[in-house]
T-cell receptor
């Protein structure tokens, strides 16, 4: 298995633009998590899905952030409009039997 | 609100020495995880501890869980340079992992020759 796949790996955009991050979980995993990592705030859980259904989105910073999981093999995290403070590494993880498998991350820079 | 505290946050040690990283958490949980992150890389799962008294070992690393004390330890035996990384613990709130995971701030370990 290729593991969790995220795209793009790097994204540089300007303030006010829409950003869409993509994630393909490992086949057969029924939970998917989106995290954000910064030096200042560490690793934060933004939202997680179980069987494609959002379970807890209390970590989503504000209405500019939205996440979807239309099927078991694909999820998106969208930021609209983006702001410089959104600059971070965004990780997607999927889980099976209590073990989370993290993707390589997307490094987002908002200028 | 579940809080997870790791200490120390920074650890510099010499090869061959032993040391312990501590992870305390504030509310009842029976699920604790340890991860490793190399600089610029993603997180890799090391251990999953699911019950009081659970102990797991992999190479020079051993993790244990005391749910009554709300404490997990990650013990490093005879450290080698390859163990240099940041180590995170994470805790699922609630019983049976019913609530979302919360991560500690991480312990940056540097092993010097």
């Amino acid at each position: 298995d290729a593991g969790v796949i995220q795209s793009p790996r790097h994204e540089v955009t300007e303030m006010g633009q829409e950003v869409t991050l993509r994630c393909k979980p490992i086949s057969g995993h029924n939970s998917l998590f989106w995290y954000r990592q910064t030096m200042m705030r560490g690793l934060e859980l933004l939202i997680y899905f179980n069987n494609n259904v959002p379970i807890d989105d209390s970590g989503m910073p504000e209405d500019r952030f939205s996440a979807k999981m239309p099927n078991a093999s694909f999820s998106t995290l969208k930021i609209q409009p983006s702001e410089p403070r959104d600059s971070a590494v965004y990780f997607c993880a999927s889980s099976h039997r209590d073990t989370q498998y993290f993707g390589p991350g997307t490094r987002l820079t908002v200028l | 609100e579940l809080k997870v505290e790791q200490n120390p946050l920074f650890l510099s040690m010499q090869e061959g020495k032993n040391y312990t990283i501590y992870c305390n958490y504030s509310t009842t949980s029976d699920r604790l995880y340890w991860y490793r992150q190399d600089p610029g890389k993603s997180l890799e799962s090391l251990f999953v501890l699911l019950s009081n008294g659970a102990v797991k070992q992999e190479g020079r690393l051993m993790a244990s869980l005391d749910t009554k004390a709300r404490l997990s330890t990650l013990h490093i035996t005879a450290a080698v340079h390859d163990l240099s990384a940041t180590y995170f613990c994470a805790v699922d709130g609630g019983q049976g992992g019913s609530e979302k995971p919360v991560f500690g701030k991480g312990t940056k370990l540097t092993v010097n020759p």
